[in-house]
């Protein structure tokens, strides 16, 4: 695998740390290859990009996370801070227009990236974006994403992650059904029952409610040059992320594309969490390839 250089960007309010595999300008005359996360920083890429060595993949730590610090006094992490940091990133990397693979939050951010700044991207694969606005039972969504908060902020993160795992397994929409369960023992899943006090968490805590409740502007993405692709896991079924991505996609006027393995599925076995990253390397290759 290519060695990744580490490399550190002042923008306003914050220091953004960044990694690039591999030569600048790319080789070949291929867009360099963003990949992003929110909250996942850098290191969540490592399997996947171990599988794009003839690409040059670029990787960074959003601000506020990892090893991006803030200086802005703020604590929230909005789509639009980060797009505006991502576009200086490309800036600085002074090779044009990038390819980008969004995961999650990752995607949200991307989306407001090809909205604020369409001369950045070159093609947009958007993998699961969670993206309340886009379901029909919006206000469900909301009242779950809640649900866990509060069983953060009254028990802490064993609590809030076990509530949040039971969010983002739930199958269809959330009904009275999904509200009338018990509180999921964080035990079962493996996690702290103990509190440590901290309430300072970027997933559970009200800091990315920004992430989810962003709301896409399909005329101003259906407008742009940047080619978009809905990507959803084929185990993400049902799921949370999966009905938003199938909302997203019908809202930009087209269908899903189906990744494998699930929401989680180009990480490898450090994450306890291991997805597919061969197999789905090979299909972001095939999607990037066809643009």
């Known amino acids: 695998m290519t060695e990744a250089q580490t490399h550190t960007l002042a923008v306003p309010g914050a220091d953004l740390v960044y990694d690039v595999r591999g030569p600048l300008p790319p080789a070949g005359g291929r867009p360099s290859l963003l990949m992003i996360g929110q909250p996942m920083t850098a290191e969540g890429f490592d399997a996947l990009a171990a599988h794009f060595t003839d690409r040059t993949v670029v990787t960074y730590d959003p601000r506020g996370l990892g090893r991006s610090t803030r200086s802005d006094g703020r604590s929230e992490h909005t789509p639009q801070q980060q797009a505006a940091d991502l576009h200086l990133l490309i800036e600085a990397l002074g090779t044009g227009p990038v390819d980008v693979f969004g995961s999650s939050g ?84 493996g996690l702290p029952t103990e509190d440590d006090g901290s309430r300072d968490d970027p997933l559970l805590s009200k800091n990315s409610w920004a992430i989810t409740d962003y709301r896409p502007d399909a005329a101003v993405l259906t407008a742009a040059l940047t ?65």
């Not at 994403?145 to 739930?170: D, V």
């Not at 199958?171 to 899943?189: K, N, R, S």
């Not at 990507?231 to 494998?260: K, N």
Request: cysteine-free; charged content about 15%.
């Open 106 to 189: 990752g995607a949200v951010t991307a989306l407001e990236l090809v909205a604020a700044y369409p001369g950045d991207v070159v093609t947009l694969v958007a993998h699961e974006p969670p993206i309340n606005a886009v379901l029909p039972d919006a206000a469900g969504a909301e009242r779950a994403r809640a649900a866990f908060h509060e069983a953060y902020q009254a028990k802490g993160a064993g609590a809030g992650m076990a509530s949040f795992i039971a969010m983002t397994s739930w199958q269809g929409e959330f009904t009275d059904a999904y509200f009338a369960q018990p509180a999921p023992d964080p035990a079962m899943f």
């Open 227 to 291: 080619r978009i692709v809905i990507a959803v896991g084929e185990e993400s079924a049902g799921t949370y992320t999966a009905r938003t991505s199938l909302g997203l996609a019908a809202l930009l006027g087209q269908e899903a594309t189906v990744f494998p393995s699930h929401h989680g599925g180009f990480l490898g076995g450090a994450f306890g969490y291991a997805g597919k990253p061969e197999e789905f390397a090979a299909k972001l290759r095939e999607v990037l390839d066809a643009g």
